[in-house]
Nanobody, 123 residues
Framework: QVQLVESGGGLVQAGGSLRLSCAASGLTFSSTVMGWFRQARGKEREFVTAISWNGITTYYADSVKGRFTISRDTAKSTVYLQMNSLKPEDTAAYYC????????????????WGQGTQVTVSS
């Protein structure tokens, strides 16, 4: 079966950095759109970023553009999220996602989800 396993979350001070990883198995990684969503306490899950199956095209929410960078390693079937200049409002559970249309970003249409990793940014 398909598994998406996130790692790298933790507690960091405002202005700091974290790098999240998502290891995928059970799917054709090289043919699958990958990305990240996040969900803060009391809010709906929201789109953060995505990367095309070939790694050529990336997409970012306005709130993270210029601070976050998504990348993928086909040999390792792993997608990464480099988060710089973190702000307290970035605090959320971050979820790896696979199999969705990055141009429409319909949360309910995401094919696979990871279990999430918590990112907490203190001021």
């Amino acid at each position: 079966q398909v598994q998406l396993v996130e790692s790298g979350g933790g507690l960091v001070q405002a202005g700091g950095s974290l790098r999240l990883s998502c290891a995928a198995s059970g799917l054709t990684f090289s043919s699958t759109v990958m990305g990240w969503f996040r969900q803060a306490r009391g809010k709906e899950r929201e789109f953060v970023t995505a990367i095309s199956w070939n790694g050529i095209t990336t997409y970012y929410a306005d709130s993270v553009k210029g601070r976050f960078t998504i990348s993928r390693d086909t040999a390792k079937s792993t997608v990464y999220l480099q988060m710089n200049s973190l702000k307290p409002e970035d605090t959320a559970a971050y979820y790896c996602a696979a199999g969705f249309n990055p141009r429409t970003v319909v949360t309910g249409a995401v094919q696979y989800w990871g279990q999430g990793t918590q990112v907490t940014v203190s001021s």
